[in-house]
């Protein structure tokens, strides 16, 4: 399959396996994009795109505590809100937790998660036991998960113990940032990092280096 992008007044001729990495290049939030495919008889059928309007957000089990994660965790914030509207919604943590098991506890702060879970979110929850990206494969999954029929993609960053089963049945995919292991505070910051950088390889921005 092949495709013709209209975008700015410029038409793009793209085929099939540069199409979902050119999307991501060329469109920003609020912008709609015009683009050609070609059936098997080569008629070139017309859709429109756009408004982009995905959302992406994170969600953490309680704030961050450390001083130099929190200002680092801001940075990327705002850096990521250049591409699109994202946000980062803390669950408290659970009350008079020292004495509760650790199961029981994940289940809890499970719970708190899935009442902030829309049914239409697509779910990804960090979990070291999760699938693993190299950065470009990262970048490749996210520009083509942008495409999905959602309003929101949500990355769950569970607490000290990691997450609930509950949880893990309501993803969409799992994902691990390392085999290593990383307080639940620091994967907030490690994440980001990655998912900025995943946006800078998607748009073309010289901040990756292979």
């Known amino acids: 399959m092949c495709y013709q992008v209209l ?3 410029n038409l793009i001729n793209l085929s099939n396996d540069r199409f979902i990495s050119a999307f991501g290049r060329f469109t920003m939030p609020g912008h709609a994009i015009n683009y050609y495919f070609c059936n098997s008889s080569g008629t070139f ?5 756009g408004p982009i309007v995905m959302k992406i957000a994170l969600l953490q089990v ?5 001083k130099y994660l929190s200002e680092g965790i801001n940075v990327y914030t705002g850096r990521l809100s250049r591409y699109l509207p994202f946000e980062i919604v803390t669950v408290p943590e659970i009350k008079n937790s020292r004495n509760m098991p650790a199961g029981e506890q994940k289940e809890k702060e499970g719970e708190g998660i899935l009442r902030l879970l829309k049914d239409d979110d ?5 979990d070291e036991k999760g699938k693993e990206f190299s950065t470009m494969e990262f970048s ?3 520009g083509k998960s942008l495409m ?3 309003k929101r993609i949500v990355f769950i960053a569970g607490g000290p113990w990691g997450v ?3 949880l893990m049945s309501r993803s969409d995919l799992s994902l691990s940032l ?3 292991t990383f307080s639940h505070q620091i994967v907030r910051l490690l994440f980001l990092e990655q998912l900025y950088r995943a946006f800078t390889i998607i748009k073309g921005e010289p901040y990756h280096h292979e």
């Open 148 to 150: 999905l029929q959602k």
């Open 45 to 49: 059928l017309h859709t429109k795109v």
């Open 62 to 66: 309680g704030k961050t505590s450390e």
């Open 178 to 180: 390392s085999r290593m």
């Open 7 to 9: 975008y700015s007044a």
């Open 140 to 142: 490749s999954w996210l």
């Open 122 to 126: 697509f779910v990804v929850v960090l």
């Open 164 to 166: 609930s089963s509950q």
